[in-house]
């Protein structure tokens, strides 16, 4: 069975330009979550959808903004992109929604520059 | 708010060493505790994970056992081999909701 699959794998955009990320998830999940992660750091948390619908939002600024379609595979939009925005973006998938934890299993990132 | 703390730097030690790195947490209820493990170019997977205090989560010989009063999940192998390399990052889980909180992760080398 096929595993989280993101694209694009590499992206380079230059300040202020608008960018899409997408992601797959595992077949049978229903909840994809996106995380930031700055080289040298841990991964942040940004979204959580969960069929269909937003289900938590991490401490980002509203240029970030996301959404699930009906076969569950997701969009993160960036606008206005800042040099700080370059990062791996990861993609998590879930079988089930935030009542409870359920194991998370990641896609491999868009790595992200802005120049 | 929800916060794990890993020990600073990089950790570099030889084939059979044994190997520990530290992780503490802050965080309200009880979360469940986990480490997950990113290979060069690779994403992040489950290493092990804990969901209650005294808790031992183990796989591939790694251990960490979730210890409320101390509030760490320290992460042990007794004997570590080349193909350990990578980083290690520490994370916690609030119930109820499925966000995951990391720290900043430690890069593991070992060395022959």
């Known amino acids: 069975d096929a595993g989280v699959t993101q694209s694009p794998t590499h992206l380079i955009k230059t300040r202020g330009q608008q960018v899409t990320l997408r992601c797959s998830p595992i077949s049978g999940h229903k909840s994809v979550s996106w995380y930031q992660q700055v080289l040298g750091q841990g991964p942040q948390f940004i979204f959580q959808y969960y069929e269909k619908e937003e289900r938590g939002r991490g401490n980002f600024p509203d240029r970030f903004s996301a959404r699930q379609f009906p076969n569950y595979s997701s969009e993160l939009n960036v606008n206005a992109l800042l040099l700080g925005d370059s990062a791996l973006y990861l993609c998590a998938s879930s079988p089930r929604g935030a009542d409870t934890y359920n194991e998370q299993f990641f896609g491999p990132g868009t790595r992200l520059t802005v120049l | 708010g929800n916060s794990v703390t890993q020990m600073e730097g990089p950790v570099t030690l030889s084939e059979e060493a044994f190997l520990t790195i530290n992780c503490t947490y802050t965080?309200?209820?009880?979360?469940?505790l986990f480490w997950y493990v990113q290979y060069p170019g690779e994403g992040l997977q489950l290493l092990l994970k804990?969901?209650?205090?005294?808790d031992k989560g183990s796989n591939k010989g790694f251990e960490a056992t979730y210890r409320k009063e101390t509030t760490s999940f320290h992460l042990e192998k007794g004997s570590v081999q080349v193909s350990d390399s990578a980083v290690y990052f520490c994370?916690?889980?609030?119930?109820?909701?499925?966000?995951?909180?990391f720290g900043k992760g430690n890069q593991v080398v070992v060395i022959p």
């Open positions: 994370a916690l889980s609030d119930r109820g909701n499925n966000r995951l909180a």
């Open positions: 804990a969901t209650k205090a005294d």
């Open positions: 965080a309200t209820g009880y979360p469940s």
